[in-house]
T-cell receptor
Framework: NAGVTQTPKFQVLKTGQSMTLQCAQD?????MSWYRQDPGMGLRLIHY???????DQGEVPNGYNVSRSTTEDFPLRLLSAAPSQTSVYFC?????????FGPGTRLTVT | AQSVAQPEDQVNVAEGNPLTVKCTYS??????LFWYVQYPNRGLQFLLK??????LVKGSYGFEAEFNKSQTSFHLKKPSALVSDSALYFC?????????????FGPGTRLSVLP
């Protein structure tokens, strides 16, 4: 099993550009989530999904959209990038109360 | 609402000495508690969890954690630290009655083990 995969690993965007961060898991987990990690703030939940076709907002959803058309994929869309969205983004899937994390995407918005 | 505090930004310990990384939590019901470790430029790796049962939980790489309900704490411990344990450690809590808002993470504690 590949576990949770994320692409790209690194990305630089200009303010106002849009992009999609990809996340996929091959463990057939129903629950998937997106976090951002900022220094001294731990991980903050952006959006999550409890199954295909079901998504909901987390703690910091503004500026991000998600969709979940399949169990495997959970892409995160930045609609109009802002410097405040410079961060490291982690996707995770969960089953039985334990989360499995992807390797992360380091995003810089200039 | 659930929350997690890690009161120390940084913990320094000499190799071979015991280490403790502190975590306290707040949740309305009986918590699910977790520790994760993050090495540089990597994702988070699961170390151990407490769901129910014995208050002392053993996990990966020789780590253990003790659940203390009266003190609402879940401190991470290891009897003898290794230089390779140097990393960022996150405590997390989940309220099992609130599935949608699943995990809340603490801010992290950077552990440095000095040779």
């Amino acid at each position: 099993n590949a576990g949770v995969t994320q692409t790209p690993k690194f990305q630089v965007l200009k303010t106002g550009q849009s992009m999609t961060l990809q996340c996929a898991q091959d463990m057939n987990h129903e629950y998937m989530s997106w976090y951002r990690q900022d220094p001294g703030m731990g991980l903050r939940l952006i959006h999550y999904s409890v199954g295909a076709g079901i998504t909901d907002q987390g703690e910091v959803p503004n500026g991000y959209n998600v969709s979940r058309s399949t169990t495997e994929d959970f892409p995160l869309r930045l609609l109009s990038a802002a410097p405040s969205q410079t961060s490291v983004y982690f996707c995770a899937s969960a089953k039985g109360g334990e989360q499995y994390f992807g390797p992360g995407t380091r995003l810089t918005v200039t | 609402a659930q929350s997690v505090a890690q009161p120390e930004d940084q913990v320094n310990v000499a190799e071979g000495n015991p280490l403790t990384v502190k975590c306290t939590y707040s949740v309305s019901g009986n918590p699910y508690l977790f520790w994760y470790v993050q090495y540089p430029n990597r994702g988070l790796q699961f170390l151990l969890k407490y769901i129910t049962g014995d208050n002392l939980v053993k996990g990966s790489y020789g780590f253990e954690a003790e659940f203390n309900k009266s003190q609402t704490s879940f401190h991470l411990k290891k009897p003898s630290a290794l230089v390779s344990d140097s990393a960022l450690y996150f405590c997390a809590v989940r309220d099992p009655n609130n599935y949608g808002q699943n995990f809340v993470f603490g801010p992290g504690t950077r552990l440095s083990v000095l040779p």
